[in-house]
T-cell receptor, first 115, second 119 residues
């Protein structure tokens, strides 16, 4: 599986935008970029995913570099509820092991939001 | 729509005891997974299932067994618990194919976890 690199931790202030970077220099053409987040004492939850174009949803935006070797998850206006560990994960649609697409988690970025 | 439900939420076992963790999903997902999460580490896949009656080993399967007798349930068993199995266990489920018409359906849905302590 292609690897991703994220900063261990980041800090931001409430109501300010947050840009969470992810490097994936060995990404393949069929790898989708996924972001999950894990709130304290909860299971991970899906945030957003993309392939080549930038993506927006009600939770966040995903900006993907033109060469796809890096991406940035953007929280437009952080709240205290956004404090979590954010995971950037590559998922190869063409790679199936017995039909299951394993989700491989790294260490993620622990985001702290200051009031 | 409850999503993924794990029971129990907490459990303390003595070394050598056995127990079963239950995961139930009501989204008609084909695939189900068991992960464990230890302090300072990411989630690691224990076992997974691509359908009723089918299971496979993940990254850290030793000491665990699983069964998927019904599509909506995925059981994780510890036959003889060891302190090294102290962890938070997460179950997840997903569709077998991406559903791009609703991207949120594309991802995994996780349960809220079971915190297991083996003493």
């Amino acid at each position: 599986d292609a690897k991703t690199t994220q900063p261990n931790s980041m800090e931001s202030n409430e109501e300010e935008p947050v840009h969470l970077p992810c490097n994936h220099s060995t990404i393949s053409g069929t790898d989708y970029i996924h972001w999950y987040r894990q709130l304290p004492s909860q299971g991970p939850e899906y945030v957003i995913h993309g392939l080549t174009s930038n993506v927006n949803n009600r939770m966040a935006s995903l900006a993907i570099a033109e060469d796809r070797k890096s991406s940035t998850l953007i929280l437009h206006r952080a709240t205290l509820r956004d404090a979590a560990v954010y995971y950037c994960i590559l998922r190869d649609l063409l790679f199936l092991i017995q039909g299951a697409q394993k989700l491989v988690f790294g260490q993620g970025t622990r985001l702290t939001i200051n009031p | 729509n409850a999503g993924v439900t794990q029971t129990p939420k907490f459990r303390v076992l003595k070394t050598g005891q056995s127990m079963t963790l239950l995961c139930a999903q009501d989204m008609n997902h084909e695939y189900m997974y068991w992960y464990r999460q230890d302090p300072g580490m990411g989630l690691r896949l224990i076992h997974y299932s691509v359908g009723e009656g089918t299971t496979a080993k993940g990254e850290v399967p030793d000491g665990y067994n699983v069964s998927r007798l019904k599509k909506q349930n995925f059981l994780l068993g510890l036959e003889s618990a060891a302190p090294s199995q102290t962890s938070v266990y997460f179950c997840a489920s997903s569709y077998s194919e991406p559903r791009d018409e609703s991207p949120r359906l594309y991802g995994y849905t996780f349960g809220s976890g079971t915190r297991l302590t083996v003493v």
